[in-house]
T-cell receptor, first 114, second 113 residues
Framework: AQSVTQPDIHITVSEGASLELRCNYS??????LFWYVQSPGQGLQLLLK??????LVQGIKGFEAEFKRSQSSFNLRKPSVHWSDAAEYFC????????????FGTGTRLQVTL | GAGVSQTPSNKVTEKGKYVELRCDPI?????LYWYRQSLGQGPEFLIY????????DSGLPNDRFFAVRPEGSVSTLKIQRTERGDSAVYLC???????????FGPGTRLLVL
């Protein structure tokens, strides 16, 4: 079965600084990969996804992620963080061809200081 | 347009009671998913419907949990003989078809006393 590890439980960055959130997965083949954001009182919102093709994926709100097969990683990046980016971020995987069943990591809480 | 809606937003019940949680998917979405999110954890898959039928119910923790989607739209998650360990946020998501982006509702926060 696939699994996801988000090693950082909590990250604090200053507004305007760059951000990288780590995600490692365990799966026998190349899975489908996703990043979701969850703000207090809000539902999970999809930031970006990778199914195949270009390993650098652009998403909404200025986020991007890079799939690295050799490292089994799908790290999320943003060049300049805004205070409104403070939220919980979840990486998720699904088996290739079955994006219906997502397996989520435990999440990384991002705090942004002004 | 309207997103996924879930009712109630909060539910408090007593151990041993029966509860029903409702999910209204985005209109026209054929696939519907239920997840459970415990405190400090990521969402955990419970069940997925394609149309009226449960295509994958491998995440249901035991036979106290049951879900239906009789007309291929609204779904109800039913929990019998609730236990304190059932306390969590229950999330519903829908997608236009399976394999497409899942859009999540705000969740129902269930507290079992």
């Amino acid at each position: 079965a696939q699994s996801v590890t988000q090693p950082d439980i909590h990250i604090t960055v200053s507004e305007g600084a760059s951000l990288e959130l780590r995600c490692n997965y365990s799966y026998g083949a190349t899975p489908y990969l996703f990043w979701y954001v969850q703000s207090p009182g809000q539902g999970l919102q999809l930031l970006l996804k990778y199914f195949s093709g270009d390993t650098l994926v652009q998403g909404i709100k200025g986020f991007e992620a890079e799939f690295k097969r050799s490292q089994s990683s799908f790290n999320l990046r943003k060049p300049s963080v805004h205070w409104s980016d403070a939220a919980e971020y979840f990486c998720a995987v699904a088996r290739t061809g079955t994006a219906s069943k997502l397996t989520f990591g435990t999440g990384t809480r991002l705090q942004v200081t002004l | 347009g309207a997103g996924v809606s879930q009712t109630p937003s909060n539910k408090v019940t007593e151990k041993g009671k029966y509860v029903e949680l409702r999910c209204d998917p985005i209109s026209g979405h054929t696939a519907l998913y239920w997840y459970r999110q415990s405190l400090g954890q990521g969402p955990e898959f419970l069940i997925y419907f394609q149309g009226t039928g449960a295509a994958d119910d491998s995440g249901l923790p035991n036979d106290r949990f049951f879900a239906v989607r009789p007309e291929g739209s609204v779904s109800t998650l039913k929990i019998q003989r609730t236990e304190r360990g059932d306390s969590a946020v229950y999330l519903c998501a829908s997608s236009l078809v399976a394999e497409e982006t899942q859009y999540f509702g705000p969740g129902t926060r269930l507290l079992v006393l």
